[in-house]
């Protein structure tokens, strides 16, 4: 269809010699990805109903407990950053801002506003935790939120690295002279 080819742009380069072909950067990012993101917008808003609920009785946090939230937190706040720096370096990278075929695809703009929102969203969470206590009802789903998007992201990893399968990734820099 029309509308799907123009919001993912496929890449008929046969760089990806999978079942999906060209749609490979597409169906990662909004169904790899995009399902821990959606994990994120269905589990926060109950999380902090839950945190934010007077009759249902919370805990304080213990010292190692605030700083492993805090760590988190951080996390969170760099996994906002860098869909964010990745927007940037694609609109950086475009000659032009307006929709051109050498523009970005719609699906990536997509793909890092949903991801941004998403983090932003986990850190309201953790900061939430921190001032409110805990309350161990529902306490997996931000969990399961955070395991989903940690797959995504292996997902992506993994296509990336299949996009150059003769360059190694991690000795390449090491053991160049």
Excluded at 23 to 45: K, M, N, Q, R, S
Excluded at 54 to 73: A, D, F, V
Excluded at 138 to 167: Q, T
Aim: hydrophobic share 50%; net charge neutral; proline share 5%.
């Amino acid at each position: 269809s029309s509308a799907l080819l123009y919001f993912c742009r496929p890449d008929d380069a046969g760089v990806f010699r999978n079942a999906l072909g060209g749609f490979t950067p597409c169906f990662t990012e909004l169904f790899a990805l995009g399902i821990g993101h959606i994990a994120f917008y269905l589990f926060v808003p109950l999380r902090l109903w839950v945190l934010f609920n007077s009759s249902i009785e919370k805990s304080p946090l213990n010292s190692l407990s605030k700083w492993g939230h805090r760590i988190l937190t951080f996390l969170s706040i760099f996994n906002a950053l860098i869909p964010l720096l990745q927007m940037n370096a694609r609109f950086g990278g475009l000659s032009n801002l307006y929709i051109t075929s050498d523009s970005m695809p719609p699906m990536e703009l997509t793909s890092y506003i949903l991801a941004i929102v998403a983090w932003l969203l986990s850190t309201s969470v953790m900061i939430t935790e921190i001032e409110k206590g805990i309350c161990q009802k529902y306490d997996w789903m931000i969990r399961f939120a955070w395991l989903l998007s940690f797959a995504g992201h292996c997902a992506k990893i993994n296509f990336v690295v299949a996009m150059h399968p003769e360059r190694d990734y991690f000795f390449d820099s090491v053991f160049d002279s």
